[in-house]
């Protein structure tokens, strides 16, 4: 049998950094042509800041965080995010030099592993407070539950010195992502930004990898699981919320399977035919259950079937 034995994720705090009192208003909103390539300047007294791009002022228009004492900032207009670096301490309203560090998809992080915090940064703006994570191997898999959006922090064990690494997104919308390491014979598998692998049921559907969820009540299918055994993430499927029972039916060899709650129960179950159905008794709980117009559903696909 596959085990799932995963370490669950180390508590590790999302830093707390970007609260709406600690971030700087916008100096003015005047552009200053004198002024080349990328500056910034930070008049603390007065916790205003301004960022000059060829001397155009577009502060206005950007999203920003701290980052540590630094100062990320995510020009949506252009798709350019820009580090003013030790933003906090050069609070004297001094122009200063600062670094385009990325164009396109804004995705940041840094991973302080001394004391254990962590901070995403995402167009701009700090949200690891409000996401669920995970680790994955060395990297952490993170969702944000706002957004419905994954995201992954590759090496992110290792690189615990607390500078800033892109993050890159994995996929919007439900997250579901899953492991095989066929040489260890261990599987993960990740709802939400969460390890749930360990508390489910599960079982080969062919090549594919039927998995149940008994707290969720929920049933996902991880496809050719068995042939992707390269321990390399990727995307599952929810199938079935509510009551999980599936079969499928090898007409060619005359062989069907039933599958309940994350379980293989065909072979412990009495079957006879009604019409094209196939009716299925399981001695061992004292179920029936229908499965529909088997006779002439030969492809082995899966199916949803029901208790009669």
């Known amino acids: 049998a596959i085990t799932n034995g995963w370490v669950q994720a180390s508590e590790i705090n999302p830093g707390q950094e970007n609260h709406a009192n600690e971030k700087a208003e916008i100096v003015s909103n005047k552009s200053n042509t004198s002024i080349i390539g990328i500056q910034w300047r930070h008049d603390g007294a007065n916790n205003k800041y301004g960022l000059f791009v060829n001397g155009k002022q577009i502060a206005a228009r950007c999203n ?40 396109g ?55 615990n010195d ?46 594919h990898y039927l998995v149940y969820d008994p707290l969720e009540q929920k049933t996902y299918l991880l496809e050719n ?12 499927r929810l199938i079935a919320t509510g009551p999980s029972i599936f079969w499928r039916f090898d007409g060619e060899k005359n062989i069907f399977a039933l599958y309940v709650n ?20 399981d001695p061992q709980e004292n179920k029936s259950y229908v499965l529909e117009n088997l006779r002439n559903l030969r492809d082995n696909k899966l199916r949803p079937g029901r208790v009669l």
């Open 262 to 281: 994350g379980k293989s129960i065909g072979s412990r179950c009495q079957a006879q035919y009604s019409g094209d159905d196939l009716i299925v008794y």
């Open 162 to 207: 607390n500078a800033i690494y892109a993050g890159k997104m994995l996929g919007s919308g439900p997250s579901i992502f899953w492991r095989f390491d066929g040489e260890n014979n261990v599987y993960a598998l990740y709802v939400n930004g969460e390890l749930i692998s360990t508390r489910c049921n599960y079982t080969y559907s062919i090549d």
């Open 105 to 159: 998809e804004s995705i940041f992080w840094r991973y302080d592993g001394a004391n254990k915090q962590y901070g995403l940064y995402v167009n701009g703006l700090s949200i690891a407070a409000r996401c669920k994570t995970s680790y994955s191997k060395h990297d952490y898999l993170i969702y944000d539950p706002q957004k419905q959006k994954t995201y992954l922090l590759e090496n992110f064990r290792n690189r």
């Open 64 to 103: 920003r965080s701290y980052c540590g004492d630094h100062y990320i900032v995510y020009d949506p207009q252009e798709r350019k995010t820009y580090l003013l670096e030790n933003f906090r301490n050069l609070k004297d309203n001094q122009l200063r030099a600062g670094k385009l560090i990325g164009t």
């Open 225 to 236: 699981f068995k042939n992707l055994n390269d321990n390399q993430l990727r995307s599952g």
